[in-house]
């Protein structure tokens, strides 16, 4: 567990020690340096970042409520398991939302939104980083709906992408995953120049049902 590569959450002085612990743990969840499981010793965490107790167990409640952390009795505390189930409903959410995004942002977009997304996936199809395949997963989706300006459905897609952050990393990192996913988006961006709505959008439903497909499945048969 190396957690000092999180402190640069801590440069945010506007913030409380809570809600930098808070940000720094949920992303160490998310990049897998804290594992499925991993006990969460709040000692430990408050050594690691520096701060008491009581900013260590504020930001593991938070991250309780946000679905990240799982609280025991006695206080104890473990990275929530990652779940075949939790895969399933996350990407249902998301056909829901992003296809209702899509829908609404597709005759929105510029040429300027165009190039944008194109040197998205022009990196992304240069690296094998998981993390950094991640990143640019994301920034391609919520670029391709930011042409929306629908700021409560952006915020809903970004905190459900907070989730699949964890189930991509395996995606990329484990299954054949990478470049499907990167065809299925030159699909999708291609679909969506055409201003193809019932083809951009059977493009998109078709991408997330794959990788929710593939991750489901592979968690399920993780585990006897």
């Known amino acids: ?6 402190t640069h959450f801590f440069d945010q002085p506007q913030k409380s020690a809570a809600e930098l612990v808070t940000d720094a743990l949920r992303q160490a969840v998310i990049d897998g340096e804290l594992p499925s499981e991993h006990l969460l010793k709040q000692a ?6 520096g701060v008491s107790r009581i900013p260590i167990k504020e930001a593991l409640v938070k991250l309780e409520s946000e679905g ?22 996350l990407y249902d959410i998301r056909l829901s939302l992003e296809t209702l995004a899509l829908k609404n942002a597709l005759y929105q977009l510029t040429n300027n939104d165009f190039s944008r997304l194109e040197r998205i ?7 094998a980083d998981s993390v950094r395949l991640g990143e640019l997963n994301q920034a391609f989706h919520l670029s391709l709906y930011a042409a929306a300006k629908r700021p409560r459905l952006s915020a809903m897609i ?7 952050d964890r189930y991509l990393r395996v995606a990329y990192a484990l299954l054949p995953y990478q470049r499907p ?7 999708i961006l291609e679909a969506c120049k055409q201003e193809n709505e019932k083809q951009a959008s059977a493009l998109l439903e078709k991408h997330l049902l794959s990788v929710k497909e593939q991750i489901s499945e592979y968690l399920f048969h993780l585990k006897p």
Do not use: G, I, P, R
């Open 1 to 6: 567990m190396n957690l000092a590569k999180y």
């Open 44 to 49: 430990e965490l408050a050594k690691a970042f």
């Open 68 to 89: 990240f952390v799982v609280m025991h009795a006695n206080s104890v505390a473990k990275v929530a398991a990652l779940s075949h189930a939790e895969v399933s409903e």
């Open 121 to 127: 996936l022009s990196e992304a199809d240069k690296t």
């Open 158 to 164: 970004k905190q459900v992408h907070l989730h699949v």
């Open 181 to 187: 996913s990167s065809e299925e988006h030159w699909a």
